[in-house]
C-alpha cells in the first residue's frame, strides 16, 4: 500500500506538469524558410509567435540577408519582434518592427557592417482558407546613423509584395503574385527610383499534414532595363 500510494502520488504530480507542457507547446509555433531570388541572393528567414490568448499573439522573426547579395551588405542581418492579431476566422494581422546589422542603410553598402545599420517597420496581413491563400507585406527600410563617405549616401527602402492563391487540394495551390522594391530617398538622394516591380504566378506544393511547403514564382519586371523574375522557397513548419 505504501509503495502504490507513493507511485499515486508521483502521478498525481507528474500528469498536471505533462499537461501543462504539452498547452505551453500549443502555444507557441515556428516556421523557417529557405529563400532565393536574383536580387537579394540566397536569404534564410525564420518566424516564431506565441499564443497570449485567442486574441492575439507574441511574434518574433529573423532575415539572414547575409546568405546571399547581403554579404557584401556587411553580413545584413534583420531581427524584430511584435504582435499579430486574429482579425476573423483564416485573417491576420501582424505589426512589427526589425533592428538592422550591416552597412546598406547607414553608409550605402560602401562602410563596414554595424549594428544599428537601419530599422524597419513593417506590417504582415495573411489569408488562410479552406479555399484561399493570400499575403500582404509591407516594410520602410530606414537608417538609424549617417555613416556614409562624402562620395555616398544613406539609403532608405521601401519593400512591399501581395499575393492570392486558389487552393485545388490539399496537396497543389496557384495564384499570383506582385512584389515592389523602391529606392525611396537617403542623405544624398532626393528622387525615389524603382528597383523592381515584380509580377506574375507562382505554384506551390504543400504537406497536406501542414509540416512543409515548397513555393515557385516568376514573371516579368516591369523596370525598364530589367528582364524577368524568379523566386522559390521552401519552408518548415515547427
Known amino acids: ?16 506538469a505533462s499537461a501543462f507542457a504539452q ?10 524558410t529557405l529563400n532565393s531570388d536574383q536580387f537579394f541572393g540566397f536569404y ?8 497570449v490568448n485567442d486574441k492575439f499573439d507574441f511574434t518574433f ?59 524597419v517597420p513593417n506590417l504582415t496581413i495573411a489569408l488562410s482558407r479552406e479555399k484561399t491563400e493570400g499575403e500582404f507585406y509591407l516594410g520602410y527600410y530606414t537608417p538609424l546613423r549617417d555613416e556614409a563617405p562624402e562620395e555616398g549616401s544613406t539609403l532608405a527602402y521601401l519593400h512591399y509584395w501581395a499575393n492570392f492563391g486558389y487552393k485545388f487540394g490539399s496537396l497543389v495551390s496557384a495564384g499570383l503574385h506582385f512584389e515592389h522594391l523602391m529606392l525611396a530617398g537617403g542623405s544624398n538622394i532626393e528622387e525615389s527610383s ?36 524568379f523566386k522559390l522557397t521552401v519552408g518548415m513548419n515547427f
Open 194 to 229: 524603382d528597383v523592381y516591380q515584380w509580377f506574375g504566378p507562382y505554384v506551390q506544393f504543400a504537406d497536406p499534414k501542414g509540416r512543409g511547403w515548397a513555393r515557385f514564382s516568376s514573371g516579368t519586371d516591369f523596370v525598364e532595363a530589367n528582364d524577368s523574375f
Open 61 to 119: 522573426y529573423g532575415i539572414l540577408w547575409s546568405g546571399g547579395t547581403g554579404s557584401a551588405w556587411g553580413n545584413w542581418t534583420e531581427f524584430g519582434a511584435g504582435l499579430k492579431f486574429n482579425v476573423t476566422e483564416g485573417v491576420t494581422i501582424a505589426p512589427q518592427i526589425g533592428l538592422l546589422g550591416g552597412s546598406l542603410l547607414s553608409s550605402g553598402a560602401l562602410g563596414g557592417g554595424i549594428l544599428g545599420d537601419g530599422i
Open 1 to 16: 500500500m505504501g509503495a502504490f500510494a507513493l507511485l499515486v502520488a508521483l502521478f498525481s504530480m507528474v500528469l498536471p
Open 23 to 32: 498547452e505551453e507547446e500549443d502555444k507557441f509555433s515556428m516556421t523557417v
Open 44 to 51: 534564410p528567414f525564420f518566424s516564431g509567435s506565441y499564443a
